[in-house]
């Protein structure tokens, strides 16, 4: 079976972009999928810096590295900011790509990337949804040797859209993350193979 890792690049207290991770992680679980919804805060990844890394790469990087190594499929929530991804998200995986030089795993720049599945979503109180940081995401995670699920979702009017539980009061956008989980998971599946 398909590990599915889930992820959000914000870590704000109530974060659209954190629900619908939330929302995603527990769509993918009820289809059977095993799930790792990973909260960004509960790494201490700094600043990426090239001198910092000279140094050194945070133990938190490492973890970080082996988390997705371990998943072939994932799914990212972004938050559009200024009409792009967060810093946090970027700053992520800038360090997730960063060889640690003389590592016998992560020696390489394109691991834990390379061939990874990944569906993208963004929420937003805005009426495209956060649309614009997915266009910015999608090149950056090619870049990385991703295969980028053709299949999206942009939830517009995000204040309103999950109840007092997060959960996602339309069954339209419910049938969306279910979409964005089924071609990520499928597509996982036949790349395996």
């Given at each position: 079976?398909t590990k599915?890792l889930v992820?959000a690049?914000?870590?704000r207290a109530?974060?659209f972009?954190?629900?619908?991770a939330?929302q995603?992680?527990?769509t993918?679980r009820?289809?059977?999928?095993?799930?790792t919804h990973?909260?960004?805060s509960?790494?201490d990844?700094?600043l990426y810096?090239?001198?910092l890394?000279?140094?050194g790469t945070p133990?938190?990087?490492?973890r970080?590295?082996?988390?997705?190594?371990?998943h072939?499929?994932?799914?990212?929530?972004?938050?559009?900011?200024?009409g792009?991804?967060t810093?946090?998200?970027?700053?992520?995986?800038?360090?997730?790509?960063s060889?640690?030089k003389?590592h016998?795993?992560w020696a390489s720049?394109s691991?834990p990337?390379a061939?990874?599945v990944v569906?993208?979503m963004?929420?937003s109180?805005g009426?495209l949804g956060?649309l614009?940081?997915?266009?910015?995401?999608?090149p950056?995670?090619?870049?990385l040797h991703c295969?980028?699920?053709?299949?999206q979702?942009?939830?517009?009017?995000a204040a309103e859209?999950f109840?007092?539980n997060?959960n996602?009061?339309?069954?339209?956008?419910?049938?969306?993350?279910?979409?964005?989980?089924?071609?990520t998971?499928?597509?996982?599946?036949?790349?395996a193979?």
């Amino acid at each position: 079976m398909t590990k599915l890792l889930v992820f959000a690049g914000s870590t704000r207290a109530h974060s659209f972009n954190r629900q619908l991770a939330a929302q995603t992680a527990a769509t993918a679980r009820e289809s059977g999928v095993q799930v790792t919804h990973l909260e960004l805060s509960t790494l201490d990844i700094p600043l990426y810096n090239a001198d910092l890394d000279a140094r050194g790469t945070p133990p938190d990087v490492i973890r970080l590295k082996e988390i997705m190594d371990t998943h072939p499929a994932w799914i990212i929530c972004s938050p559009e900011y200024n009409g792009s991804y967060t810093g946090l998200l970027k700053n992520t995986l800038d360090w997730a790509s960063s060889p640690v030089k003389g590592h016998p795993v992560w020696a390489s720049g394109s691991k834990p990337f390379a061939g990874k599945v990944v569906g993208v979503m963004s929420a937003s109180n805005g009426a495209l949804g956060g649309l614009r940081s997915l266009s910015h995401l999608t090149p950056l995670l090619l870049n990385l040797h991703c295969w980028v699920c053709p299949q999206q979702f942009a939830l517009s009017r995000a204040a309103e859209a999950f109840d007092a539980n997060g959960n996602l009061k339309n069954e339209a956008a419910k049938a969306q993350v279910h979409k964005v989980v089924a071609q990520t998971l499928w597509a996982a599946q036949r790349l395996a193979n």
